[in-house]
T-cell receptor
Framework: DAMVIQNPRYQVTQFGKPVTLSCSQTLNHNVMYWYQQKSSQAPKLLFHYYDKDFNNEADTPDNFQSRRPNTSFCFLDIRSPGLGDAAMYLC????????????FGPGTRLTVT | AQKITQTQPGMFVQEKEAVTLDCTYDTSDQSYGLFWYKQPSSGEMIFLIYQGSYDEQNATEGRYSLNFQKARKSANLVISASQLGDSAMYFCAMREGGGSNYKLTFGKGTLLTVNP
């Protein structure tokens, strides 16, 4: 089945220790997104790619970076995680027109100790 | 001003009954789309239903229907014949404007609990 896959599902990292979260898709969608979702809140868009074009949200901290080496894969790098970065990180893809619906992966729950 | 407003932080419904989750939106664009997503406790966001601003008929997908009232800027989700598995957080979202905008704005969500 075509899908969005995120690895790992659970990640524990230490304060200040870089961490990378992975997302892959078999949907062949042009657009990929990274969201941060904290407990009982709506997902917050960090950035998205249209093909290789990177679009950063204005309020995304510099601590968060992303790479998309090819259509299928996208990575979220947190260079120096703080306690406030503990959250669920959701990857999504979109097929664009006409409806632009986004398909989400299962998420990676990040704990910072 | 919030672009998507979900005024019900929590809702309760008896199994097999219908429930309406409210969503109002704010946009000056003529072209936009409205979405509903379900998020169970496992965390995955599941796409439920979509309504385009130019769609004349209300969208339906199985037990889900979207009550679209354009003049009132509301896009309420109706779940018929609720099941225990419908217990989850539900998010309303909007995409505004033209073809180059691929972003969704989410509301704060409504936590639905289905009672047996």
């Amino acid at each position: 089945d075509a899908m969005v896959i995120q690895n790992p599902r659970y990640q524990v990292t230490q304060f200040g220790k870089p961490v990378t979260l992975s997302c892959s898709q078999t949907l062949n969608h042009n657009v990929m997104y990274w969201y941060q979702q904290k407990s009982s809140q709506a997902p917050k868009l960090l950035f998205h790619y249209y093909d290789k074009d990177f679009n950063n949200e204005a309020d995304t901290p510099d601590n968060f970076q992303s790479r998309r080496p090819n259509t299928s894969f996208c990575f979220l790098d947190i260079r120096s995680p703080g306690l406030g970065d503990a959250a669920m990180y959701l990857c999504a893809t979109s097929r664009g027109p006409p409806s632009y619906e986004q398909y989400f992966g299962p998420g990676t729950r990040l704990t910072v100790t | 001003a919030q672009k998507i407003t979900q005024t019900q932080p929590g809702m309760f419904v008896q199994e097999k009954e219908a429930v309406t989750l409210d969503c109002t939106y704010d946009t000056s664009d003529q072209s936009y789309g409205l979405f509903w997503y379900k998020q169970p406790s496992s965390g995955e966001m599941i796409f439920l239903i979509y309504q385009g601003s130019y769609d004349e008929q209300n969208a339906t997908e199985g037990r889900y229907s979207l009550n679209f009232q354009k003049a009132r800027k509301s896009a309420n989700l109706v779940i018929s014949a609720s099941q225990l598995g419908d217990s989850a957080m539900y998010f309303c979202a909007m995409r505004e404007g033209g073809g180059s905008n691929y972003k969704l704005t989410f509301g704060k969500g409504t936590l639905l609990t289905v009672n047996p």
